[in-house]
């Protein structure tokens, strides 16, 4: 989102702005943006990226460059978010998360750096956030009680009784404990420790559970004092702000009260192997079968080189970026694995970069035949030569890199943080991380003038003896011996107790009781009011034109000279037999062959002039109706606007020609199964919402059939069954349905290219059969429960509310966000002891819904839930109805950019959202009072209109029968 209202004077370089001056100011033409290098007296730096986008953002940042594996730095992280000196409560960031319109809030330790990140789109709410992360980074209270809680602690099994068991508590240690059970995190420190043995890579930032006990206060404060100092900090800020402001309050809150101090956190070079090494690490696992990997890692040279950064980046798609790239192929194809190793690529977080390439879902042993692989391939690709097609494909998908605006992931503002960061954190140039023409151009040149790439491959791979065999093996008895080495820890460290000493550890657990139920004030911090609350929805501007059957949108946007195309295919009405088919269509359809090319093919034609295609499947209905639905099939393309012929070509191509094989499609259902399974237990919580509302809403219906456990349900039987040549032949019918259905496209790019010709793709439908609307059928049955292999449950009840222009459906959506916070939460969480619990409003579908994820209770989480209504009887304050309202709203004003505003604006208007329609319940949202939400219950969450699911390891039938539930049980 962009605004033009006000544009501010920009300084120049060599200008003092108070103690800072002004070192660099750079163009940032790509970006439409300036970049702003200054420094303070104190030596603070501050990179200012001037641009405009209203998406305001901030970040500080501190090299913390640990020197043991205590977690010293993860364990200030947490610490200093539990109150500062002008905000003593006891979680601010928490506290501020309903009191801000913000769009990001979040904090991070990294292996030699943290940092405290931000944005909004709200000026006030920019400041008010500034204030507060000023002062929690620079002025924690770091109280003893915080580092105990969130650090590491003694405590009797039973706090209060010294003659019960010692334990070792504390949120970084079981954090960490947890963490370090993953494979792909010890896989990450064993990453780091093996490549730079001698330098500070080599210790656990994050904290090793057997080490992190060492840490003291006095060490915590000490590594605050003198890493959380302006002389070592690196300030961002970024969006259409006022720098002088920002400086102003930076200068007043924080710089005024520090004087120099000088700090070395300089890394050095990690001196150079004579010979390759194998280092060994295991993780507590069981699957002895598939559990290993093995990845072979390089020492490279230093990040802070552009042309090394440019070229490894290049180089590793060209390697390994589609599933036909050269190394990546003969590795899957050797089937001596499932899937590339972790960490497989270039890695530029470290201050020397590093290479590597492996396979995980291996058996024990594979280790030799997996590095020969590596290296056998590697030669030959240097004997061989790479096609230059392929480095045209990988030039071309970095270029997209480098301009694409988007918000997916971090939004844009901070993305362009962690660009400049990487660099600039070592003493290279923050510049190079934003803006790559001149090495750009120097690469072009140089494989004009011959080979680039297999020198790189022969001189940094192949002839470089720092390179490490990382070998990951599961250990089905480390989990046990982990726990009797903490066995010992504690009884080496108690072993000189006194009295004295247990009757202290009694005091201080009951004191961090104390601590913990103390209500806090959060009126010290600041906050936003209903009036902050823009009451209009943007209007973002594009043209529409009807050709034929289809309707095309055009947004002008500041894409970066990308052009993003959309072709959303209304479908006429749908056989009930395909209705579980459309799905598999989706998934299959972008990862086959198409006109006479075989999927291999698609793949490096999609490489080489797309930035990526997609394809998914829908369901939408009206505003003012809840049971009249619609399909929709959508494929998704972007592409650099030079391309754009070609990505109309590709969209073409696919939606018109799709060729299936039986291979293709078996392996690519195989991998989708897979894929699907291990999210239930992740996911369980979205499994049983979807499987609750499909007993209560139509769309819900859908959805299931889509994506929820009965879609699960029918891959598995066509996989198993072997189904797959009527599968073949159900395809060809969802494309014939699908050529009959009504187009709507959008296209979104800069003014210039939007003239795009998309005839080949209107041309594609000729049908003329009307739109469809499927019948509004729900599950039957009553309550459903699903078992699988899981100690924990997730449950759900859904119920069918209004449509969205109903006058109740703002109430709703606020209730939604009230029980979450002030409700849920507490029963669920704090006192259930399960991970989480929330309540969810889909106002287009009319749902209602409360769940809960990894929760050790059943019957009585239905309880909680259906004492809500109780809840609302309890004396609720003003500050609490507001904090919902401001987090409702935040819903309606999702954060888009350029790739995404148009087409949101687009299809919501052609389903009948338009900007009225949107700013009457905004309108009715900002008047949502206390009896409004009391009687939206009252008429809506009703027994009736409820339906009930639950993932779960165990029949739940013995328990909820006495509350009149009775589930009907299958096994997943
Ligand atoms: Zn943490």
């Not at 660099?423 to 790559?436: A, I, K, N, Q």
């Not at 759900?796 to 449509?803: E, F, M, N």
Request: charged letters at 25%; aromatic letters at 8%.
């Amino acid at each position: 989102m962009t605004t033009t209202e006000r544009l501010f004077v920009l300084p120049t370089a060599g200008d003092r702005l108070g103690r800072y001056t002004v070192e660099r100011v750079e163009d940032l033409p790509e970006m439409q943006g300036k970049l702003i290098l200054l420094r303070h007296e104190l030596g603070a730096r501050h990179a200012h990226v001037a641009r405009d986008d209203d998406n305001l953002a901030f970040g500080v940042t501190f090299p913390t460059v640990p020197k043991d594996s205590t977690g010293v730095a993860h364990i200030l992280e947490h610490v200093v978010l539990m109150g500062s000196e002008k905000y003593p409560v006891s979680d601010p960031f928490f506290a501020m998360i309903p009191r801000s319109l913000n769009t990001f809030m979040n904090a991070m330790t990294a292996s030699d750096w943290t940092t405290y990140p931000f944005s909004t789109r709200n000026e006030k709410d920019f400041y008010n956030l500034l204030g507060v992360y000023l002062d929690a980074t620079f002025f924690p209270l770091l109280r003893y009680e915080s580092f105990r809680q969130d650090g590491h602690r003694f405590e009797f099994e039973k706090p209060d009784d010294p003659g019960t068991p010692l334990k070792l508590q504390g949120v970084v240690y079981n954090e960490m404990k947890g963490a370090m059970a993953s494979p792909g995190a010890v896989m990450w420190r064993a990453f780091g420790q093996a490549l730079y043995p001698d330098l500070t890579y080599a210790h656990n930032s994050g904290g090793s559970p057997s080490e992190i006990p060492n840490l003291t206060y006095e060490g915590l404060r000490a590594f605050h004092a003198a890493h959380y100092h302006p002389s070592n900090a690196f300030f961002y800020t970024y969006g259409n702000l006022d720098l002088r402001r920002v400086l102003d309050e930076i200068e007043t809150h924080v710089m005024s009260r520090f004087g120099p101090q000088t700090l070395d956190v300089s890394i050095p070079d990690q001196p150079p192997f004579e010979a390759p090494r194998r280092v060994e690490v295991t993780y507590p696992g069981t699957d002895v079968e598939r559990g290993g990997q093995v990845s072979v890692a390089w020492k490279l040279g230093h990040i802070t080189d552009p042309d090394q950064n440019l070229r490894w980046s290049v180089l590793s798609d060209v390697l390994l970026g589609n599933p036909a790239a050269p190394l990546i192929r003969p590795l899957i194809e050797s089937g001596l694995g499932s899937a590339l190793a972790d960490l497989s690529g270039y890695r530029d977080s470290f201050r020397e970069g590093a290479f590597a390439a492996g396979l995980k879902g291996l058996s024990a042993g594979k280790a030799d035949e997996v590095e020969a692989l590596v290296l056998d391939t590697l030669r030959a690709i240097v004997r061989d030569g790479i096609d230059p097609e392929l480095i045209e494909s990988s030039l071309h998908q970095f270029e997209i890199s480098q301009r694409e605006v988007s918000n997916s992931g971090y939004p844009y503002g901070l993305q362009v943080m962690f660009r400049l960061l990487g660099p600039w954190l070592y003493g290279g140039d923050p510049v190079s991380g934003l803006r790559l023409d001149a090495e750009l151009n120097r690469l072009r040149e140089d494989l004009k003038a011959g080979q680039v790439f297999e020198p790189m491959i022969q001189r940094e791979l192949l002839d470089n003896p720092h390179r490490v065999t990382l070998v990951l093996a599961p250990d089905p008895e480390l989990a046990a011996r982990t726990e009797q080495a903490e066995r010992e820890l504690i009884e080496r460290l108690s072993a000189d107790f006194t009295d004295e000493d247990r009757a202290r550890i009694v005091q201080e657990s009951l004191r961090l009781q104390a601590l913990q139920t103390q209500e806090n004030d959060p009126a010290v911090l600041p906050t936003l009011t209903l009036a902050d609350v823009p009451p209009t929805v943007p209007r973002v501007p594009y043209t529409t034109e009807e050709a034929g059957r289809a309707r095309i949108g055009r947004v002008p946007q500041p894409t970066g000279g990308l052009t993003y195309l959309d072709v959303q295919v209304r479908l006429p009405e749908v056989p009930e037999d395909l209705l579980d088919t459309l799905p598999l269509y989706a998934y299959a359809v972008t990862r086959s062959g198409a006109a006479g090319q075989d999927y291999l093919a698609i793949a490096r034609r999609i490489e080489a002039v797309t930035g990526g295609v997609s394809a998914s499947v829908g369901v939408g209905g009206r505003p003012d109706d809840l049971d009249t639905l619609r399909l929709t099939l959508t494929f998704s393309g972007k592409a650099l606007a030079r391309n754009g012929e070609a990505l109309v070509g590709v969209l073409r191509d696919l939606i018109q020609a799709p060729e299936f094989t039986r291979e293709r499609l078996e392996q690519l259902l195989k991998q989708r199964l897979a894929g699907l399974k291990a999210s239930v237990v992740n996911a369980g919580n979205a499994y049983a919402e979807r499987l609750a509302a499909a007993q209560v809403s139509p769309a819900g219906w859908v959805e299931e059939h889509f994506s929820g456990l009965t879609a699960l349900d029918h891959l598995r039987r066509i996989v198993e069954g072997d189904e797959l040549d009527e599968l073949l032949a159900r395809f060809q019918r969802v494309r014939d349905l699908l050529l009959q259905g009504q187009p709507l496209l959008c296209l979104t790019a800069t003014e210039e290219d939007l003239k795009l010709d998309l005839t080949p793709i209107t041309r594609a439908f000729s049908g003329d059969a009307p739109v469809g609307h499927p019948h509004p059928g729900t599950l039957a049955g009553g309550p459903q429960a699903r078992l699988t292999d899981s100690p924990v449950a997730f449950h759900a009840v859904a119920y069918r509310t209004v449509p969205y222009t109903h006058p109740d459906s703002p109430a709703l959506l606020v209730l939604s966000r009230l029980l979450r916070s002030e409700y849920l939460l507490k029963e669920i969480r704090e006192k259930g002891g399960a991970y989480g619990g929330g309540a969810a409003f889909d106002a287009r579908a009319g749902v209602f819904s409360l769940s809960s994820y990894r929760d050790p209770h059943i019957a009585r989480t239905y309880e909680v839930f259906r004492a809500a209504r109780q809840f609302l009887d309890t004396p609720l304050t003003e500050r609490e109805l507001t904090e919902a309202i401001l987090a409702a709203s935040k819903t309606l004003d999702p954060l888009t950019s350029p790739d995404t505003a148009g087409r949101l604006r687009f299809y919501g208007d052609q389903a009948g959202y338009t900007p009225e329609v949107q700013e009457a319940y905004k309108a009715r949202l900002l008047k949502v009072t206390l009896d409004d939400l009391k009687r939206v219950t009252d008429t809506w969450l009703t027994p009736e209109r409820a339906g009930y699911a639950l993932v779960a390891g165990r029949d739940p039938n013995p328990e909820t029968d006495a509350l009149g539930l009775h589930f009907e049980v299958q096994t997943i």
